[in-house]
Nanobody, 121 residues
């Protein structure tokens, strides 16, 4: 089972940028679609960006044009570049990987600890 460790979160002012990293434990990561999710207390975890094994990307409307997902299969790592951050981007960010259907549904047996992103002045 592939495990994930997210990092790169922090406190940033509105309009600022952060780059999140997601390190996967196994080389099998390279064949999976990877997704970045976020969750705020009291709400369901939502998918914000995904990237296929071949590099095809998709974004939620709320982050399109501001966030960029990428991956380095050699390093078994996925990234989320977040620009023009807004207060409503404040959340715990998680990553995971699997089939496209699994990523779209967000149904996984386990999750990493996530990384907190706080956008505030």
């Amino acid at each position: 089972q592939v495990q994930f460790v997210e990092s790169g979160g922090g406190l940033v002012q509105p309009g600022g940028s952060l780059r999140l990293s997601c390190a996967a434990s196994g080389s099998i990561f390279s064949i999976y679609t990877a997704g970045w999710y976020r969750q705020v207390p009291g709400k369901q975890r939502e998918l914000v960006a995904s990237i296929s094994s071949g590099g095809i990307t998709n974004y939620s409307d709320s982050v399109k044009g501001r966030f960029t997902i990428s991956r380095d299969n050699a390093k078994t790592t996925a990234y989320l570049q977040m620009n023009s951050l807004k207060a409503e981007d404040t959340a715990v960010y998680y990553c995971n990987a699997g089939s496209l259907l699994m990523v779209l549904r967000g149904v996984f047996g386990s999750w990493g600890q996530g990384t907190q992103v706080t956008v505030s002045s």
